[in-house]
């Protein structure tokens, strides 16, 4: 499985409000309320929650999300990949997993992209998509 963080990227981080409190770990609304900062379980478990249509799998148990960065403002960056590049959900799958994101409280933004290096292999299954796949 990927090792995910929640370092930003260089560059990425957006400035505070002036007027918050100094909690880098805290996002804020207009009103100047706290929404909780999405931890990376939190982001997992919402990945988790889209399926390759084609495999009774979810996509992170597939070893299809290569990096998961949080950013102290709650923007989310993810790269994925597809079993294959001709992949007929090439397109629906990005979109979904942008969709679960955006759920998770304190999630500000989510930037999905499909990459294609390293290309995927069955060797980057979780044990769990190993087991329903009875792969062993």
Known sequence: MPELTNEPEPGS?????????????????PDGETVPHPTQDALIDAIATVYDP??????????LIYLVEISDQG???????????????AQ???VQ??????QVPGVTSADVETVWYPPWT???????ARLALNMF
């Open 13 to 29: 981080e957006n400035s505070a409000r002036d007027d918050a409190p100094p909690d880098t770990h805290a996002a804020w609304t």
């Open 54 to 63: 084609e495999i009774p799998v979810n996509i992170y148990e597939l070893g």
């Open 75 to 89: 923007a989310v960056k993810v790269e994925m990949t597809l079993t294959a590049p001709g992949c007929p959900s």
């Open 92 to 94: 629906e799958l990005p």
């Open 97 to 102: 997993v942008r969709e679960a994101l955006l």
């Open 122 to 128: 069955p060797d980057l299954m979780g044990e769990g």
